[in-house]
């Protein structure tokens, strides 16, 4: 059987004088960016060197939007209406749009942020507003969504292409959900375990939850989070592993 994988990496999210994350060391090794918009991270300068620092390599542009929360990093739930999620997305993917247009460059997909993200995975309102966002302002565009969540089914109900997408940092719960990040056992900080539970999603549709069960996923994308410390270790050695696996890295299933 061919397995094949893209491997996404939120980043973008400096602003200002404040630096976030490693994004020219992570790109060599990502598929996809997910580019801050300015709502929970970014600003205009980091948006477009971020942009076209993608470009340069070859890695497919994402709009990554958040909830309006610099202090806390869109990290945060807030109590949003569906109408505030979609005008909130389509002022952050159409804002994205144009700098990656300025710099010769086309948004190929959109992936929520933080509490927005998780919000949508569980809220088939929230789901929708977002996904109707997106299709509004551009319907080629792909939504990433958690795998086997709620917003799947809101993406392809917009007419829209989805990519389920997997964690390759993070532990999940048995709902399917991601443990949230304020629980000790939220992140995996052993790039060898990190791999394995990546394997297992590519090649099995299988991950295992804290609770200690399996619960079943589809794998299109695969997350890699720039922020994590040894994010850039993680990267490299997930690439080398599935490449070794005989893995296609790249956006091809949807």
């Known amino acids: 059987m061919a397995w094949s994988i893209d491997l996404n990496c939120d980043m973008g999210e400096s602003f200002g004088a404040w630096k976030m994350g490693q ?6 090794y990502v598929t996809s960016a997910n580019i801050a918009c300015g709502f929970h991270a970014g600003d205009p300068a980091t948006m477009r060197k971020t942009v ?4 340069r390599h070859g890695v497919a542009l994402g709009a990554h939007p958040g909830l309006p929360d610099l202090a806390g990093f869109g990290r945060r739930n807030m109590d949003i209406s569906p109408e505030h999620a979609y005008d909130i997305v389509v002022v952050q993917v159409g804002a994205l749009a144009g700098v990656a247009a300025s710099q010769g460059g086309r948004l190929r997909h959109v992936k929520a942020h933080g509490a927005l993200y998780n919000m949508a995975a569980g809220n088939a309102e929230l789901a929708a507003a977002i996904a ?21 089914d809101a993406a392809r109900s917009a007419g829209l292409t989805v990519a389920q997408e997997v964690f390759a940092d993070r532990t999940y719960q048995s709902d399917g959900s991601l443990t949230p990040r304020k629980q000790p056992n939220a992140m995996i900080e052993d790039p060898d375990a990190s791999i394995r539970q990546v394997l297992r999603m590519i090649k099995d549709g ?14 299109d994308t695969l997350c890699i989070h720039g922020d994590q410390p040894g994010a850039v270790v993680f990267a490299k050695a997930i690439r080398k592993a599935l ?6 890295v790249g956006f091809g299933k949807s």
């Open 23 to 28: 994004d020219e060391e992570i790109l060599p």
């Open 52 to 55: 076209a620092a993608a470009i």
């Open 206 to 219: 299988k991950v295992g939850t804290v609770q200690g069960a399996d619960i079943d996923v589809d794998a």
């Open 132 to 152: 109707q966002a997106v299709h509004d302002v551009d319907p080629s565009l792909v939504l990433y969504a958690l795998a086997s969540s709620v917003q799947v």
């Open 243 to 248: 490449e070794a696996e005989g893995i296609t």
